[in-house]
């Protein structure tokens, strides 16, 4: 899941008590009277927005300023004036606009003009996932001379540093997200039905695996099949996942090699979704026996902790990866699956058929 808490930025709004500050680092002139009525009319309307980036002394590093469509709310342009920065500050910035733009003010597509010279900025957009729409002539006037600029944009779904990858299998579609290094989501969709998140639905669509209603494809349509090495902007970690939920679905495959990142996890949710995993393919135990394992076989504490590991099993992440389909009711009931009881059923009978027989 995206990350976009502002405790985790490095970029913040610009406050009225900044107009010395951007004043004085050449991002704004005239009168300082004057440069805070222009960072009032920014921060007054829901068509800009404007951050600002400093150092530890407070001295302006980068101010960022954004547009929003007159036609369309759903495209905005980014405008951004630098200092002598680090490649990797102007990196992380433009990621954390990114990431607001997307996922705080909910655009489809974000636009930045790049000056002639300014390579730096040209390639922290590059590396975080822009491409080069047109070249403006004149665009830009400095100094009374005008010259040529780059237009750059880039799509919310082409989100280089987070996205999705979609596994099709018999019953439904497995939604696998992540980032490089990492993968921290797996859902269960079904066929004919609408994605509800947001995000997931875009990227469904910008892959064309949604019908004209906006729901998912049926099982036989060929557009499920892609190779998602052959996709740039899919992050290697998720295209590693979803090739090995392509093999464990076709039974070609019975444990998993993926780095998953349980950040909002708590210390207890980690010892269950850990015993979990050790449950082998095909086998099944019940809620009470993970809980007999976390309290040394004590019963009587395994049955006040039951319900808790139901809880936690509902709350894994990453179904199937964590194998919390394999812990059912003592009674042998099916129960407590976040994909849902059918999902369930089909995965243990396809992995209880499997063990009987050769895996490959």
Known sequence: MINVHPDNSIIRHVRLSDGKILRDAGFMSGPLSEVESRIRHLTSTDMTDAFIVTDEENNAKIFIRLYTGTVDMSRLSMHINHNDVSYDLLYRCVD????????????????????????????ALAENGFIQEAILHDEVNIDGKYSDAGLFYILKPQYTAYNYAFVAFQRGVVAVGGTDSYVDDVRFLSYG???????????ADYLGILADDGTLLPRASDDYDMDYRDIPYIPQEVVRASEELKEYFIKKRDTFDINVDFHDATEFQLKVWNEIKKVPYGATVSYEDIALRLTDNDMKKARRLTRAVGSACSENPVPIIIPCHRVIGKNGMLMGFSGGIEFKDFLLQNELFSAALPLY
Do not use: N, P, Q
Not at 193 to 203: G, V
């Open 96 to 123: 954390d606009v990114i990431k607001h733009v997307f996922f705080v003010r909910k655009a489809h597509k974000l636009s930045a003009i790049v000056t002639s010279g300014d390579e730096l900025y040209e390639r």
């Open 193 to 203: 039905a609408r994605i509800e998140d947001e995000f997931i639905f875009e990227c």
